[in-house]
């Protein structure tokens, strides 16, 4: 090992914007975690958790920060149970909230173990260790760490085996987030999606992808918008989120130029042009939110944001 402590912050992600089920996945700037790795005797600990996530269980194999641990220490030799690591998370969003919070702590505690034992393995390296953690938690899906791990928008083109593609963000756009008083679990939102599709709505769905694709490479926000609304994942959710539609449907009066669900939910975004818009969106969906009943909070973000880092 080569250093005694090593502390890591790993962004909040916006997985599937939109028809991206499972596929797509966007770093954003503001919230995320923190994880404190440091030399102890032992094996391996979590010796803490503090902050929005403070009842989490401090048990390795029930929390995504220590089999994410595990699972990097796995991956560079060396034998969790006398690896002498200890880790401190400190959760800097709501836990169920669609932002990938479960992936954010994977992100920062395999960033910051991997550093801790002198960082041989690079950040795609660590994409299949947080993967085997989010498996624990909410599914087998790699939209959120993958995002979290290297930063801007990737697409998860398979899990097994792991194929991650970097794509380009458009310029010049915001990513209005907000996030409601209320915790959605991701397994919640994922039952409530259907087992299967139609034909016609696998054609739709596909379309709609590979329009947010081509207005990615093309650089193009207006190609972009058409291509956010999916047929089949979104609506689905939408009815579970008080207000989701209405949320929605307020942002785009304000003047954003498409919305969806962060991920499983609650969190909705919303794209926009240019910064002054997206306060006045950001104000008009936390209203909608208010007229049906929760409190919400918001965050605006560039498309291209860093992933993991030290702190
Ligand atoms: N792609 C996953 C889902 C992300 O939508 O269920 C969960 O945050």
Known sequence: MSARQVTAFAPGTVANLGPGFDVLGLAIEGPGDTVVARRAPGGLRIAAITGEGGALSTDVDANTAGVAARQTLRRLGIDPASAGVELEVHKGMPIGSGLGSSAASAAAAAYAVNLLCGGPLRREDLIGPCVEAEAVVSGRHADNVAAALLGGLVLVR????????????????????????????????RAALPAQVSLKAMVTHAAQLATVVAACYADDPALLTRGLRDPVVTPARAALIPGGEAVMRAAEAAGALGSGICGAGPSLFAL???????????????????????TARGCVSPLDCPGVTTR
């Open 272 to 294: 926009c042009h240019a910064a002054g818009v997206a306060r006045a969106v950001e104000a008009a969906m936390l209203a909608a939110f208010a007229d049906a009943g929760l």
């Open 158 to 189: 398979s899990v097994d085996p792991l194929d991650v593609v970097r794509l380009p963000t458009p310029s010049g756009l915001r990513l209005v987030v907000v996030t409601p008083d209320f915790e959605l679990p991701t397994r919640r939102a």
